[in-house]
């Protein structure tokens, strides 16, 4: 069962774009909302965050665009770089009752932006 | 802040060996998880510390696996009988007071 759906699996934008990369889940008790970035060969590394009581979040250039009702949420990358091309994942969290906020995964989304 | 680090950072084994791999948090988080993480998916959870304590296990978390945290510091994963199967990325990753989870760089494990 997978709890998080991801799309779209790949995506090529030209630098300058936006890119956009959507998620949904199943799980209403998610209570955190996390993106990350991924280069080849390195660990997931924490881009941006956010709780369920918030509607949108900017950092820089990325924005986190969140939609309770409808159990989605989205990433935008203003003016794309090349330096962005990585695999972008991504999370959600809810506490377990044992203890964790294990992250709950989608299954990725590789940028590629072109020059 | 040295943010994680994971030992070594690539194994490679035969079917049927022990291998253990070490993951060291960044040093004020007290809470510490596994994940595994195969080709062309997101990782997945394995495991959770806090502190010392062992408090969450994955199903994923077969009888051959198992994971320490003596002290609250260090952590570490091993993996018995070696399979196929279990060749992916080991990640590590530890949480700040905001339960932020950072990761390592992980292990990349190649069963042979």
């Known amino acids: 069962q997978q709890q998080v759906k991801q799309s779209p699996q790949s995506l090529i934008v030209q630098k300058g774009g936006i890119s956009i990369i959507n998620c949904a889940y199943e799980n209403t008790a998610f209570d955190y909302f996390p993106w990350y970035q991924q280069f080849p060969g390195k660990g997931p590394a924490l881009l941006i965050a956010?709780?369920?009581?918030?509607s949108e979040k900017k950092e820089g250039r990325f924005t986190i665009s969140f939609n309770k009702s409808a159990k989605q949420f989205s990433l935008h990358i203003m003016d794309s770089q090349p330096g962005d091309s990585a695999t972008y994942f991504c999370?959600?969290?809810?506490?377990?009752?044992?203890?964790?906020?294990?992250?709950?995964f989608g299954k990725g989304t590789k940028l590629s932006v072109i020059p | 802040d040295t943010g994680v680090s994971q030992d070594p950072r690539h194994k490679i084994t035969k079917r049927g060996q022990n291998v253990t791999f070490r993951c060291d948090p960044i040093s004020e988080h007290n809470r510490l998880y596994w994940y595994r993480q195969t080709l062309g998916q997101g990782p997945e959870f394995l495991t959770y510390?806090?502190?010392?304590?062992?408090?969450?296990k994955s199903r994923l978390l077969s009888d051959r696996f198992s994971a320490e945290r003596p002290k609250g510091s260090f952590s570490t994963l091993e993996i018995q009988r070696t399979e196929q199967g279990d060749s992916a990325m080991y990640l590590c990753?530890?949480?700040?007071?905001?339960?932020?989870?950072?990761f390592g760089p992980g292990t990349r494990l190649t069963v042979l």
């Open positions: 990753a530890s949480t700040n007071r905001e339960n932020e989870q950072f």
């Open positions: 999370a959600a969290t809810l506490y377990s009752g044992a203890g964790s906020y294990q992250l709950t």
């Open positions: 956010i709780r369920p009581d918030v």
């Open positions: 510390f806090q502190n010392e304590a062992q408090l969450e």
